[in-house]
């Protein structure tokens, strides 16, 4: 088949390498516009555009795909599908009913569980011992449309949600390209989503990877592993940020009060609702990440001091 390829971040490049080297023709690639990014506020091109542009693919990105220019661009491309992953902007129903088979999306959950924007974080935060991924036909409704196949994923008690997800693109990527086989050879027919297990997964924001130092540790540990490497978990140490790797729930009670830090023998511990974790990697504003050893060190926490104690920004 023709097709569009619709994606963004590095997550999206498996599927598109795997197209570009299938049977398939990638006659163009549909990715959010350059933006800035990093200190130097320099613009950079999508993960999906730099493959593109090395496979000398053309690519496409508007401000909004209900542009009118936009539509116009696809009508002409004539393709017969739209694969989709992470693209990051809602499709119009004018741009869903042009190509003959629609549009397919990956989206990295077991649908319709995790219907949103965060699937994969989400699944680790609720502390869900299986997730997955999905290929579906893109439909008006958020991840509502009828599905084509699913593959699954174990997750590990460490496994932070760029672990998960990094597995998922690949075996996602095997999984839409089996997909697209199955639609061009007509083999393949989709069927609707149950309507019971629906839960959301909203795009997780910089506030909400907050750590919250009154819920039990076990709790703490899965929150911070669902933000791990993005937006990246966080607390405040004398009125600053103070960004956090994976932490480690620990097994017995340390008498510790919820966010309060304690160095000795076994790390840098901090109390939680129940329990305590055992820190990893910080990273204090403006600095790199170290150990927390090291952090302790420098910061010298007295005795009965907490996190979150004083409002950062």
Known sequence: MRLLFAGTPEAAVPSLE???????????????????????RTVSRSAVAERADAAGVPVLQPRSPREPGFLEE???????????????????????????HGWVNLHFSLLPAWRGAAPVQHA??????????????LEAGLDTGPVYGVVTEPIGPRDTAGDVL???????????????????????????????????????EPADARVDWALPASVVDRRVRGVTPAPGAWTTWRGDRLRLGPVEPQPSSTGLVPGEVSVGPDGVLVGAGS?????????PAGKRMVPAADWARGARPAPGERFGAQEGA
């Open 18 to 40: 795997l197209l570009l080297g299938s049977s398939h023709e990638v006659a163009a690639v549909l990715t959010r516009p350059d933006a800035r990014s990093g200190r130097g």
């Open 74 to 100: 696809l009508a002409d491309l004539a393709v017969d599908c739209a694969p989709v992953v992470a693209y990051g902007a809602l499709v119009p129903q004018a741009a869903l009913d042009l190509p003959r």
């Open 124 to 137: 680790v935060m609720a502390g869900d011992e299986v997730t997955g991924a999905s290929t579906f036909r």
């Open 166 to 204: 990094g597995r998922l693109a690949v075996s996602g990527a095997r999984l839409l390209l089996v997909t697209l086989d199955g639609i061009a050879a007509g083999t393949l027919v989709p069927r609707p989503q149950p309507a019971e297990g629906v839960s959301s997964a909203p795009r997780i």
């Open 275 to 283: 329990g305590a974790v055992r820190l990893g990697q910080v990273q």
